[in-house]
Nanobody, 115 residues
Framework: QVQLVESGGGLVQPGGSLSLSCAASGSIFRINAMDWYRQAPGKQRELVAS???????NYADSVKGRFTISRDNAKNTVYLKMTSLKPEDTAVYYCHAYDRGWGYWGQGTQVTVSS
């Protein structure tokens, strides 16, 4: 089994910045794609950003130009740098990763954007 643990969530003012981290541990063979999802209260979980093993990235239209996903393969860690944050970015952010064809989820970390 692979375990994913997110960190870095918290309260930030509109226009501010916040960086999230997600570290994978356990019985890892090789982590392939890694993703960040988010879910606001009463809303469906949505894909925010993804990054492949070779570093190729994709972003939701709502966060393009503001969020940056990156990874450190040696540490089995994925990052999400968030800038110019808006109240509508408020959600629980979840890390997701694939290993040997199986998908794994982190427990989530709360991000609240409010004045």
């Amino acid at each position: 089994q692979v375990q994913l643990v997110e960190s870095g969530g918290g309260l930030v003012q509109p226009g501010g910045s916040l960086s999230l981290s997600c570290a994978a541990s356990g019985s890892i063979f090789r982590i392939n794609a890694m993703d960040w999802y988010r879910q606001a209260p009463g809303k469906q979980r949505e894909l925010v950003a993804s990054i492949g093993s070779g570093g190729n990235t994709n972003y939701a239209d709502s966060v393009k130009g503001r969020f940056t996903i990156s990874r450190d393969n040696a540490k089995n860690t994925v990052y999400l740098k968030m800038t110019s944050l808006k109240p509508e970015d408020t959600a629980v952010y979840y890390c997701h990763a694939y290993d040997r064809g199986w998908g794994y989820w982190g427990q989530g970390t709360q991000v609240t954007v409010s004045s």
